[in-house]
């Protein structure tokens, strides 16, 4: 997708229904998709990180998710910075098996 940043692509990133009748298949999109997903390594700065974040928004996303596999956390932002959790009904509490324990909140 377009970024102020240039091409960039996530390692994951969700579309509605809404977004894919707007864009259908462009390559690369003019737009960033409504979620972005970045699976954080020991090797990511949290410059790099940072820089992600902003490109993604100022693309248009309207949420960039961080995974950290090795802690089994994530961390959400948006617009106004790091939220306590996402604004999107999702549950993620069984993407690193039983017990993770976390409470997506439901907009």
Do not use: H, Q
């Amino acid at each position: 997708m377009l970024t102020p940043a240039g091409v960039l692509v996530p390692d994951v990133a969700w579309a509605d229904d809404e977004f894919m009748r707007a864009n259908k298949f462009e390559t690369p999109y003019a737009r960033a998709l409504p979620i972005c997903v970045e699976v954080v390594s020991p090797s990511n700065s949290r410059k790099e990180m940072r820089e992600k974040i902003d490109a993604y928004l100022a693309a248009g996303a309207r949420e960039v998710w961080f995974v950290y596999p090795k802690s089994k956390r994530f961390e959400f932002y948006g617009e106004r910075g790091l939220l306590a959790g996402s604004e999107y009904a999702v549950d993620l509490a069984e993407l690193f098996g039983e017990g993770f324990g976390l409470r997506p909140r439901i907009a």
